[in-house]
Structures are given as C-alpha cells and as structure tokens.
C-alpha cells in the first residue's frame, strides 16, 4: 500500500505542533517547581543581612519578592569577567535588587534579558563613534554598569556592593541599569518605557518638566535631589530618577511630587512605607 502524499505532507507540521506542545508542558512544569520550591535558608539569611530593604518590607511583599528572585535566578546567566568567580550571594544580591523593580507587576521576569556579565571593579568600554566630518574613532569609557538592548547587564562588582551597603544614598548601579532595561522594552530607551497606569501624556509633561528643569539646575550648578547625571538625556534621567525614587522616596516626594507620583503609579508600590525617613 503506497503512503498517501497529503499524509506525509501533514508529519512535519504535526512534528512542530508536537515540539512546540512539549517545550510549553515543559516551562510549566519548571515554573510550577520553581513556585512550591522554597528559597533555601541560607539564601534567606543573606537577604535578611546584606540586603536592607528586604527585612523592612511586610511579610507578603517578601513572599513576593522570594518567588521573581527564584524565578530570576532560573532564568538568567551570570558570568564572571576579569577573573571574578561569581558567587551564590552576589547572583541573589543582585537578583534582589532588579527584582525590586517589579516587585508588584505581573508578567515575564526581565524577558529580554538573558546573561549579567559582573566585573571585580570599573571595566572599560570601547566604542566607535562617527564624527560630524565622517571619520570614525574608538573612545574608551571607565564604566560601573551597563545596560545592552541585546539581554545583557553588565556590573560592576565592588558598586554592586557599595549600592546595597548604602541603600539611602540615591546611587544604586543596578537600579540605574535595570531601569534602562525596563526601558528598553518598549524598543529603545527614551525615558518612556511601556506604560499600563500612567497617563503618556502625563508621563511625558512631568518627566521633560522635571527633564529640563534638572538640565538647568546642573547647568548652574543648583543643588538637586537627583544626581546631575540624569542630565544627559532623558533615558539616564528615567535610570537616575528610579535610584531617588527607591533610595530617598520622602526626599523626591518633597522636592518633585510629580515625579514622584508618575513613578509611584508606574512601579505600583510607593518606597514611603518601607524605607527610613530623611531630612528634607
């Protein structure tokens, strides 16, 4: 009895269909171990030590945070560069951090994001640039993180630390290069990324408001609540703007209501209820 061609024609399609079924059984059911597995104890006490804002949030926001880290941790890659041998701690500290950010909205863990590449200190980045007469250059760049469109992080190790040793300074490196990458997910990073409560008109009047109005201040060298460095373009002000709003949320809140608010809105949690008060 000879094959029938149309059934033939069917075997790769049912193939793929079948694949396909078995990679999505298979994520759920990863998802699923990953969810009713607890975080080992030792992981725990490194939050409660080295992690300041964990032991100040409410008991189900650290149930919510625990499952983005175990989620975060299954996901992604870390790679130690210039020698540095990563460590279980530096992974959860790290994951922490960035999982803060999404502490209250839902969806995928940093989707485009695949690999943390950490350094031991400041690594340095090359870049060709193109000059207004057309010839091209490689300018070198001394850098404490990075953030790529490609799902990559880049940190370094010894800010790491600083950041989550000091978490009331403003200064948070990975805070500063997940927001870019929670930026980026709207396809490039401007300073507006995927908005679902916020107003885009409102987002965009208060934002270049506060954009501009910080451009002057560092200009005139005026004393500011956000670091100067959220001057250079609108995608570094997001980035800057998000290490105030959860490192010094009363003093922003004081100084910036606005932004705050649009912030508050976008993150879905407001830094008030946990973090120490601060002399405005």
């Known amino acids: 009895m000879e094959n029938s061609p149309g059934l033939i024609g069917l075997l790769p399609i049912a193939l793929v269909i079948g694949v396909y079924l078995l990679v999505r059984f298979y994520r759920r059911w990863k998802e699923k171990k990953i969810l009713v597995t607890p975080l080992p104890r030792d992981m725990i006490r490194c939050l409660e030590g080295s992690v300041p804002f964990y032991i100040a949030l409410d008991l189900e926001a650290q149930e919510r945070l625990r499952v983005k880290i175990k989620r975060f941790l299954a996901e992604k890659t870390f790679y130690g560069c210039a020698g540095l041998v990563i460590t279980d701690d530096m992974q959860l500290i790290i994951a922490a951090e960035a999982c803060l950010l999404i502490l209250n909205q839902e969806g995928q863990i940093y989707p485009g994001l695949t690999s943390i590449?950490?350094?031991?200190?400041?690594?340095?980045?090359?870049?060709?640039?193109?000059?207004?007469?057309?010839?091209?250059?490689?300018?070198?760049?001394?850098?404490?993180?990075?953030?790529?469109?490609?799902?990559?992080?880049?940190?370094?190790?010894?800010?790491?630390?600083?950041?989550?040793?000091?978490?009331?300074?403003?200064?948070?490196?990975?805070?500063?290069?997940?927001?870019?990458?929670?930026?980026?997910?709207?396809?490039?990073?401007?300073?507006?990324?995927?908005?679902?409560?916020?107003?885009?008109?409102?987002?965009?009047?208060?934002?270049?408001?506060?954009?501009?109005?910080?451009?002057?201040?560092?200009?005139?060298?005026?004393?500011?609540?956000?670091?100067?460095?959220?001057?250079?373009?609108?995608?570094?002000?997001?980035?800057?703007?998000?290490?105030?709003?959860?490192?010094?949320?009363?003093?922003?809140?004081?100084?910036?209501?606005?932004?705050?608010?649009?912030l508050s809105i976008y993150y879905r949690l407001d830094p008030r209820d946990w973090a120490p008060r601060e002399d405005p």
């Open 117 to 262: 590449l950490v350094y031991p200190s400041t690594f340095v980045a090359k870049r060709e640039e193109l000059s207004e007469d057309g010839t091209r250059s490689v300018s070198s760049r001394d850098l404490l993180g990075e953030s790529w469109d490609t799902g990559k992080v880049v940190l370094a190790w010894d800010a790491v630390a600083k950041g989550v040793a000091d978490f009331a300074d403003g200064n948070n490196v990975v805070l500063h290069e997940f927001a870019h990458q929670l930026d980026s997910s709207s396809g490039r990073a401007n300073g507006a990324p995927p908005l679902s409560n916020n107003s885009y008109k409102n987002w965009a009047r208060v934002l270049s408001a506060n954009y501009e109005d910080l451009r002057l201040r560092s200009q005139r060298a005026l004393p500011t609540v956000i670091d100067t460095y959220g001057a250079t373009n609108p995608a570094e002000f997001f980035a800057v703007a998000t290490e105030t709003f959860f490192e010094r949320p009363h003093e922003l809140h004081h100084r910036r209501p606005e932004l705050f608010e649009q």
